[in-house]
């Protein structure tokens, strides 16, 4: 909420977003970055999934931006 993007903006990006990279071997748990709108505004939330304990976590959640991502917001720039 402190970067202007509510609960249900995330909650939204949960149910309807799209995985667009995966990190299998993150710890302590698998993640991956969902991509999602809020109206007209991209947003990006990487969230990370315990399957035995059947748990989600969230762990951040932003606005990408054209200076990491391409105007698709779902590709990462090449560096």
Request: proline share 8%; aromatic share 12%; no cysteine.
């Amino acid at each position: 909420m402190e970067r202007g993007i509510s609960r249900q903006d995330v909650f939204n990006v949960l149910l309807t977003g799209e995985e667009i990279e995966d990190y299998p071997n993150d710890t302590p748990f698998p993640s991956a970055l969902l991509f999602g709108w809020k109206g007209h505004e991209p947003i990006h939330v990487v969230v990370a999934l315990d399957s035995i304990g059947q748990q989600g976590y969230i762990i951040t959640v932003y606005r990408p931006d054209l200076e990491h991502f391409n105007p698709d917001f779902r590709t990462r720039r090449n560096r």
